[in-house]
């Protein structure tokens, strides 16, 4: 008790500005108290030596929102509102790498004033707000799970950013817009979590405008990925497992789908070994990989400040403050950081692979 009260003691204090945060996964906003290890198990299962990549894409939504209902306000406790890596320099902040990192994504897109970009898999709405501010274009997230646009409404009415910013509950399979409605269309981080690349890809060509362009910042393998390997197996069952995804893909699997849509794909690196978006000495793993930071918001990323969550967790579940089922969220939570940064480590993983492709203009009748 002693451990967790430790635990406790010192988590509080590193979250300051964030104790709403602490409530929200101590009432579970997101979904009934009694429900929660109801959840979790279930979610386990969708990962354990009885199931398969196959039957996680069978039911991928499940799966995604399962782990967004989980899983949302821990991010926003530890991440804040961008659920996404960047490459960082070493002379700037881990807030200003995720900045940056999607104002890079809307000057690719080439956004401005007067158009309209589908943000796809829109989390709690912090790209799009920040993006829509940077590029004043108008910006639409889509996301399907009913906690997270409720959230991304809140926080964007609270910023007073409802006139650039809007959010609609859907499947990002069947995206409930009319054909070629936008003038952009950006996923960030959120394509790993489809059943089928390229029925996802087919379905954002259709919403987008002749002409126009796709950006996607990717979670894949990479080439180097030894699939006999089982350190290299057991990194991306973590990786999986504690991110909701049916399974990750390789680079040239992720150009295919896109091509097979019909796209033309214009760049595609790994943004990760560019020394131009980041420095070597400050990869996009190390606020996961770094065990301590005198930071607040630094050692709430940290190893070390991953397992104070987990015993404030434990400690909230003991008492009884904090449903049953709590601990085993950030225990599966902490395990997917470890695959993280074991693939970062080993660089057979990234989750800044850059890829802007083009939906070409309409054939004109001879």
């Known amino acids: 008790v002693s451990t967790q009260s430790t635990g406790l003691l010192c988590f509080v204090m590193t979250t300051q500005g964030d104790l709403r945060r602490v409530s929200a996964i101590i009432s579970t906003e997101s979904v009934a108290k009694e429900e929660v290890n109801k959840f979790i198990s279930s979610y386990n299962e969708m990962f354990g030596e009885k199931s398969s990549a196959d ?4 039911n991928y939504a499940e799966v995604v929102n399962t782990y967004y209902d989980l899983a949302t306000s821990f991010y926003e406790l ?3 509102e961008s659920f996404h890596f ?39 709405g912090g790209p799009a707000r920040n993006i829509s501010v940077f590029s004043e274009a108008r910006i639409v997230g889509l996301n399907n799970n009913a906690y997270q646009v409720d959230r991304a409404k809140k926080l964007t009415k609270l910023r007073g950013l409802e006139r650039l910013c809007t959010f609609v509950k859907g499947d990002f399979m069947s995206i409930p817009a009319d054909d070629e409605t936008f003038d952009a269309v950006y996923c960030i981080e959120s394509s790993c979590h489809a059943p089928s690349k390229t029925d996802l890809f087919k379905e954002l060509y259709r919403v987008l405008k002749p002409g126009r362009l796709l950006a996607i910042y990717e979670w894949v393998i990479k080439e180097n990925f030894d699939f006999e390997n089982p350190v290299h197996k057991t990194l991306k069952h973590n990786i999986e497992h504690g991110n909701g995804l049916p399974n990750l893909e390789q680079p040239d699997q992720v150009l295919e789908a896109l091509r097979n849509a019909g796209f033309v794909v214009e760049e595609n690196s790994d943004l990760a070994e560019d020394i131009t978006k980041g420095s070597p000495e400050t990869p996009w793993h190390e606020p996961l990989s770094k065990n301590f930071e005198l930071s607040i918001n630094g050692l709430k990323r940290s190893s070390w400040g991953r397992y104070l969550c987990n015993r404030f967790a434990a400690t909230l579940e003991t008492l009884k403050i904090a449903p049953q089922g709590t601990t085993a969220i950030s225990t599966m939570l902490m395990k997917g950081a470890e695959g993280l940064v074991a693939g970062g480590k080993s660089k057979v993983f990234t989750p800044v692979y850059f890829l802007l492709a083009r939906k070409p203009e309409h054939k004109t009748s001879e």
């Open 55 to 58: 039957k996680r894409k069978e």
């Open 78 to 80: 530890a991440w804040g």
């Open 86 to 124: 960047a490459p960082r320099f070493s002379w700037e902040s881990f807030e200003t790498s995720i900045v940056r990192h999607e104002h890079y994504l809307a000057h690719k897109l080439e956004l401005k004033r007067g158009m309209t970009a589908l943000d796809v898999g829109c989390g709690v």
